[in-house]
Structure formats: C-alpha cells, structure tokens
C-alpha cells in the first residue's frame, strides 16, 4: 500500500516506483525494436529500388518478415505498455496493481520478441507478417509470436487493476481524463485483438507441430485479420491520446467538447472490429453483402469517429492559442506554434499525414469497387506507413522527447538536431508512403522481390516505365525516412547515458503549459466561428478526399469499355 513514489517538479505528476521502472523499461525496449525494424526496412526499400535490388530473394523475404514484425508489433505494442502504465498509474497518481505481474508479462513479451527475431533469422520463417496458411513456418515462430501476446495480455490486466485501484483507492476526483479514456479505449480493443489472435495462432502451432492436418486459408485470413486489422486500432486508440495529451501539455488545450470525443472513442470499439473485412475484400468466399455492409457502410462510422478527433485536436490548439492572445486572421495560431519543438511539430505532421494521407487512402481502399484497382499492390504498404508510420510511430516518437525529461530526469541531446528529425522522419515517410502508392497505381505488386520477373520461368509482364522512376524516388525517401528514424534512437539512447542529469529541481522552462483562463476563450475566433483555421483545413480535407474518390471510380469505370 505504502509504495515509494517521487512527484516530478516540472509537471506535479506522481510516479510510483514500480510504475516507474515499468514504463522506463516498456519504452527503451520499444526503442531497440524500432531500430532494430527499422535497419530491416533500409534494407527492404533498398531491395525494391530497382538500380539498387540489394538482396538477393530468400533475405528479401526474410527481411520483409523481420521489418514487419519488429516495427509494427515489437515497437508499437512495447510502446503501448508504457502508454498504458503512464496513463493509469501517473496520470490516476496511483500505485500500479499487481506489478510482480506486469514483470513477468514485460518477460514473456521480451522471450517472444527475442525468439521471433531468431527463427526470422534462422531462415525458417520468411512468412512475413500475416503468416497466411498454407505457408508454413518454423514451430517457434508462432509460438514466440503465443508468449508476446500472452505478455501484452498481462499488460492490459495491469493496466485495468490499476483503474480499479485507483478508483477504490480514490486517488482522483471525477471521471478519468480524456486521455486516460483513450488509453481505456485501446485497451479494451487490445484484448478483443488478442483474443483473435490465440484463436488463429494456437491451431496455427499445432498445424505447424503436425497434429492439425490443415488450416483452411481462408478461415485463417479472416480470424487473422480479426487480429491484425483491430491491432491496427490499438495504435490509432493510442496515438490519437497521445495527440490530445500533447495538445494539453504544449498549448495547455483542452477538448472542444469531453462529451463529442469520448463518444468518437467509444465508436471505436463499437465498430472498428467490422472494417477487419477490408482485408477480405478480393477473397472469394466471402459473400459481397457481408463485405459491403462491414466496409461500405459499418466502417464508416469508425472513420467518422477518426475525423472528429482529427477535428477536435487541432480545433482545441486552435481556440487556446486564440485564447492567449494569437486571435488574429485565419492562421497565426498556426504560423505562431512551437515549430521548433519536436513535441509538436511531431504531433501535427502526424495529425496531418495520418489524415490526408492515411486516411483517404484508407477510404478509397475500403471501397469493395475500387479496392480492386490496387488490390496487394505497393499501394497498401504506401497506405499503411502513412498510418503506423507517420500516424502512430511519429506520435509516439513526439511523445517520448517530453518523456524523457520527466521520466529519466535527463535533458534530450543534440537540441538542433531533434528539431529537424519530425521533419526528416515525417517528409521521408510522406515521400515512402506516396511514391509506393503512386506505383502501387501503376500495378507494381507488393511483397515482392524483382518487378522485372526473372527467376520466375516465363512470367513476362512489362509495367510502366514511370514505375521504376517511382520506386527510385521511394529509394531516396526511405534514406530520408531512415535518417530520421536513426537520428530518433541516437537521440533518446543518447539522452538516457548522456543527457544533462536533472535531479529533482524544476527546470527552467516549463514542460507542462499553462491553461488558460475560461475568460481568455471568450469572444476568441472570427465573426461568430471560434475555430476558423481548423474549419479551412476540415474544407481542404474534405475536398481533396472527393476529388481522389471520384478521380478512383474514374480509373475504375476505365478498365473496362463498355460499348
Ligand atoms: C525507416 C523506416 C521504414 C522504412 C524505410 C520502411 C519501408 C518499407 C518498405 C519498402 C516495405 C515493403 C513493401 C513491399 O515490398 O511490400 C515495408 C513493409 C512494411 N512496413 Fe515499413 N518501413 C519503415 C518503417 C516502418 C514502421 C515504423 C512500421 C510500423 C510501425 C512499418 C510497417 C511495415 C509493415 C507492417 C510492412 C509489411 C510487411 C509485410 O508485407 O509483411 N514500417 N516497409
Ligand atoms: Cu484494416
């Protein structure tokens, strides 16, 4: 009951001992993944630029399958833990339950990322990410991927016994914040994720074992993307808490509406889970009406719900920069804004990548008609960097230069150069994610070793010449991206051994700002719109969404003539 805690002089926050080593230990491992995913991505983009064609096939697979899983699953999830422990413990200020617990579970998921990275190694796993039966990989390889999700699973346990603790132990007043809501949100889809994951892995092990005679194909694809896609919501739930805490630390913003937000998150777990079917959209066998109502209709109630946070976040920063007094034309708030200060610029190029990027993508995609257009081409991996990457992974990057200071009492690095590194990481990424797109259009398949076709006995099949330019200029942003990427692990590695020490006094500026003053809102904004800004930016956006579905249904109604 009596744990040790400190109170961090620069933000007031309680960390209790445990809670503490927790996350410090969650966060540096995540770090390690990253890197780790990351050398494995050079590796992979340098493959598919055609001058380049670094690696020969098998490594190509085994590389493919080895970025995969160390970004998008060790990184990401680790990350996630520590979100989840800050945000029940340190932002509850309350003990963590069950911490004997959290350790074992911090263990299993570090065995199964170590393990996973071994068999990857071996050459006896190049599945890649989704596995998908009948391709077949090395018993451990599932089973490493069973102890990782048993671990984060734990984790999650934890995470909730700390809100119950924190409730009974009554170390809050009121309702949880917004951001704890958040991190709530993802929890609970977290175990919806992870369950679907045990029911597909485990007869997956024991197939692999020899003591299942088959797994049917596309029974695996839709349980497994029950898994995969809901995992994908995790991040999205995670990141878009991260985007209101920053919003609160930085501009000391406060949500537009509690009420609106919290609902857009409880959409989430409500429908999120149907949109998996977006992943099934060119299987057969599965029937037009289920993949029309769950991507055509049901998921847009999930994208619905990704737009108004997209809305809310910035509006928020908007009205408290108004608030303090940048309240004139349509976007000094903006122009005016931290820019320098990767805490932010971090969040906003991941708000705006993850939006205009991302998520117009995604829609287009998630169309039943027009997915056949860029159906397991470059497109997808395009579309989805600009999610995990510069959404989820570029969120959690910004997140993690104000952590280090309160965590580790230590000042981050090489200042001028974390300034560049959001731009650096987040253009490279933009450049990944729109190059592979744009040759994803052209038709150049994904996941795949040599777009010229030899070694393939015959295949001949020549794509636009534009299509080499575009894997060229994808080459060159992924050096961008991945010098970004390194620059962000020297950085925070280097600020934990290097960093100036800075004990328990406050710092000279401040880490937590300000909130302003109810009275500071009033009167704020041009005519009677309080948020012009962000309003122009919601137009731009819906704009160009239409202008890109309707020029996709135009491609569409070209393939074929009908006279
Ligand atoms: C410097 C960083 C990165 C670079 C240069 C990079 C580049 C690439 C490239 C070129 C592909 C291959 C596309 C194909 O041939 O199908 C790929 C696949 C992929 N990337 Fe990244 N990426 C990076 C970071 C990330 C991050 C941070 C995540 C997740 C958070 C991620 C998740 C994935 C996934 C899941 C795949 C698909 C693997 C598969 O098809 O099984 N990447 N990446
Ligand atoms: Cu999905």
Redesign the pocket.
């Known amino acids: 009951m009596n744990e040790q805690f400190r109170t961090c002089p620069d933000t007031g926050l309680k960390f209790f001992a445990s809670a503490e080593a927790l996350i410090k230990a969650n966060a540096v491992v995540a770090v390690v993944f990253?890197l780790v995913?990351?050398i494995w991505?050079?590796f992979?983009?340098l493959t598919?630029w055609p001058a380049v064609h670094l690696l020969p096939p098998d490594w190509f697979y085994l590389a493919?399958?080895a970025?995969?899983l160390n970004?998008?699953i060790f990184?990401?999830i680790f990350f996630e833990i520590a979100i989840l422990y800050f945000c029940s413990s340190v932002l509850l200020g309350s003990r963590l339950a069950a911490p004997k617990f959290a350790w074992a579970g911090f263990g299993l998921m570090l065995v199964g990322a170590v393990l996973n990275n071994y068999i990857v190694l071996t050459g006896e796993a190049s599945v890649?990410?989704?596995s998908y039966a009948p391709m077949e990989a090395h018993p451990l390889f599932y089973l490493s991927l069973i102890l990782f999700a048993v671990g984060a699973l734990i984790g999650c346990f934890v995470f909730f016994g700390t809100l119950v603790v924190a409730r009974a132990e009554r170390t809050y007043e009121g309702s949880v914040s917004l951001v704890t809501f958040g991190a709530i949100t993802a929890a609970i889809i977290a175990v919806f994720t992870i369950v679907s994951g045990a029911i597909i892995l485990i007869p997956t092990l024991l197939w692999s074992l020899g003591f299942i005679g088959e797994i049917d194909a596309l029974a695996y694809r839709l349980i497994w993307w029950g898994f995969g896609h809901s995992s994908q919501q995790i991040n999205v739930s995670a990141h878009i808490a991260v985007w209101y805490a920053i919003a609160a630390i930085v501009f000391g913003a406060k949500p537009m509406s509690e009420k609106v937000s919290r609902m857009a998150f409880l959409m989430y777990i409500l429908f999120l889970q149907i949109a998996s079917a977006h992943h099934l959209l060119a299987d057969p066998g599965v029937s037009s009406e289920f993949k029309m109502f769950n991507t055509s209709y049901a998921m847009y109630l999930a994208v619905m719900a990704s737009m108004v946070h997209g809305l809310t976040v910035p509006g928020s920063i908007e009205a408290a920069q108004r608030a303090k007094g940048l309240n004139n034309g349509l976007f000094e708030w903006l122009r005016r804004a931290p820019w320098g200060n990767p805490v932010f610029s971090g969040m906003f190029i991941s708000l705006v990548g993850f939006g205009f990027l991302g998520g117009i993508s995604g829609v287009v995609m998630g169309v039943e008609q027009i997915n056949i257009l860029m159906h397991n081409t470059?497109y997808v991996?395009g579309h989805?960097?600009a999610t995990?990457?510069i959404g989820?992974?570029l969120a959690f990057m910004s997140l993690t230069y104000w952590l280090v200071p309160i965590l580790f009492r230590r000042e981050i690095i090489l200042k001028p150069l974390a300034a560049w590194q959001p731009y650096l990481f987040g253009f490279g990424?933009a450049g990944?994610a729109l190059f592979?797109m744009g040759a994803g259009t052209l038709g150049v398949p994904?996941?795949?070793w040599d777009i010229t076709f030899s070694m393939t006995g015959g295949v001949t099949h020549e794509f636009p010449a534009a299509a080499n330019t575009l894997l060229a200029l994808?080459g060159l942003s992924?050096l961008l991206?991945?010098v970004g990427?390194a620059l962000f692990c020297l950085i925070i590695v280097g600020s934990l051994l290097w960093g100036k020490r800075l004990g328990e006094q406050q710092s000279p500026e401040p880490r937590i700002a300000e909130v302003p003053p109810d009275e500071a809102y009033r009167g704020i904004g041009v005519g009677v719109i309080t948020v012009p800004g962000t309003l122009t930016l919601t137009m731009v956006f819906f704009i160009s969404f239409a202008v890109y579905y309707f020029i996709n249904w135009k491609y569409l109604a070209e393939t074929w003539g009908i006279s």
């Open positions: 990253l995913g990351g991505g050079l992979v983009g598919r493919l399958t970025h995969g970004v998008l990184w990401i890649m990410m989704t470059l991996p989805f960097h995990v990457v989820t992974t990424m990944v592979l994904r996941r795949h994808n992924v991206a991945v990427g």
